[in-house]
Nanobody, 124 residues
Framework: QVQLVESGGGLVQAGGSLTLSCIVS????????MAWFRQAQGKEREFVAG????????YYADSVKGRFTISRDNAKNTVYLEMKSLKAEDTAVYYCGIARGGYYSNVVGTYDYWGQGTQVTVSS
C-alpha cells in the first residue's frame, strides 16, 4: 500500500518561511518523480514544483520560481519543499504526489497517489 504523509504546514506571516516534508512508503521511492501541488479554497489543484527521480532536474511554476525549492532525499524516502518570501496568495493546502514514472509533469492526472495535504496559511 502506497502512502504519502505531508508535514510542516502552519501559519506564517508574509515574508516568512516554511519547509514542507513528504514521506513515502510502499513504493521504491527512487524510481519515481515527485511533485508538490496546492489547492486554494474554491480553486483547482495547481502545480507548484516537480523533481525527477534522482533529483538532478527540477521545475517550478512561475508563481513560485526563485522563492520555493524542491529537493529529495532518496535514502529517507522524503521530498521537501522549502518556501521563502511567502505571500498571502501562497495560502493553500499543499499536496505531494508520486508520479507514474521517473519524470515529473505539471498535470494532476499523471500522479498516482497523493498525501492528505498540509495547510499553509500566510497572513498579510
Amino acid at each position: 500500500q502506497v502512502q504519502l504523509v505531508e508535514s510542516g504546514g502552519g501559519l506564517v506571516q508574509a515574508g516568512g518561511s516554511l519547509t514542507l516534508s513528504c514521506i513515502v512508503s510502499g513504493r521504491t521511492f527512487s524510481n519515481y518523480a515527485m511533485a508538490w501541488f496546492r489547492q486554494a479554497q474554491g480553486k483547482e489543484r495547481e502545480f507548484v514544483a516537480g523533481i525527477n527521480r534522482n533529483g538532478s532536474s527540477t521545475y517550478y511554476a512561475d508563481s513560485v520560481k526563485g522563492r520555493f525549492t524542491i529537493s529529495r532525499d532518496n535514502a529517507k524516502n522524503t521530498v521537501y519543499l522549502e518556501m521563502k518570501s511567502l505571500k498571502a496568495e501562497d495560502t493553500a493546502v499543499y499536496y505531494c504526489g508520486i508520479a507514474r514514472g521517473g519524470y515529473y509533469s505539471n498535470v494532476v492526472g499523471t500522479y498516482d497517489y497523493w498525501g492528505q495535504g498540509t495547510q499553509v496559511t500566510v497572513s498579510s
